[in-house]
């Protein structure tokens, strides 16, 4: 059974700090997805993986993708009160029709 | 281009009503999803369908019946409702190409925030 982790689960953390978010999932997959959920809100794509070693950036988010080593990272730089919110990963499951989820990451960044 | 709605945005029933949970794509997407997300908590699929006809069970389908006339719709019926459903319920769709062609992001409605007492 395909799962998948995000640690840490909640980070709470100062304007103009950097950090990492983590996705580890327990079975092959060449795709990966991050999504950002604002609070009372629904879900955004904010990046698709397709390929090991693929790296994608948008502002100061950055997300990296290591099938081998079946890992994801999501990298905050030099984080501002905008990008409070939960993310969460995915990854396609065995049958491809679904997408299995971490469990979110809640990021709150303080002025 | 709406992308993904949902119908109602919010609803309270009494313990034992049903109700259908409308969701409707204007993207020509085949694949669609049922998720609910309880308080603090991640997604949990319901209910899927690969195209118009085709549905299967995700993670969670107990309470819950759907149905794919159409590309488009893709309702959430729930009946006999219970207190351990109030959850938000969210649409969502994507384009597949099946299994070996490709799989590409979902994409979610505003959802349905569902109160059962």
């Known amino acids: 059974e395909l799962k998948v982790e995000q640690n840490p689960l909640f980070l709470s953390m100062q304007e103009g700090k950097n950090y990492t978010i983590y996705c580890n999932y327990s079975t092959t997959s060449d795709r990966l997805y991050w999504y950002r959920q604002d609070p009372g809100k629904s879900l955004e794509s904010l990046f698709v993986l397709l390929s090991n070693g693929a790296v994608k950036q948008e502002g100061r988010l950055m997300a990296s993708l290591d099938t081998k080593a079946r890992l994801s990272t999501l990298h905050i730089t030099a984080a501002v009160h905008d990008l409070s919110a939960t993310y969460f990963c995915?990854?396609?499951?065995?049958?491809?029709?679904?997408?299995?989820w971490g469990a979110g990451t809640k990021l709150i960044i303080k002025p | 281009n709406a992308g993904v709605t949902q119908t109602p945005k919010f609803r309270i029933l009494k313990i034992g009503q049903s109700m259908t949970l409308q969701c409707t794509q204007d993207?020509?997407?085949?694949?669609m999803y049922w998720y609910r997300q309880d308080p603090g908590m991640g997604l949990k699929l319901i209910y899927y369908s690969v195209g118009a006809g085709i549905t299967d069970k995700g993670e969670v389908p107990n309470g819950y019946n759907v149905s794919r006339s159409t590309t488009e719709d893709f309702p959430l019926r729930l009946e006999l409702a219970a207190p351990s459903q109030t959850s938000v319920y969210f649409c969502a769709s994507s384009y597949a190409l099946g299994l070996a062609g490709g799989f590409y992001e979902q994409y979610f409605g505003p959802g349905t925030r569902l109160t059962v007492t």
């Open positions: 993207m020509n997407h085949n694949y």
């Open positions: 995915a990854v396609v499951g065995d049958s491809n029709y679904q997408l299995i």
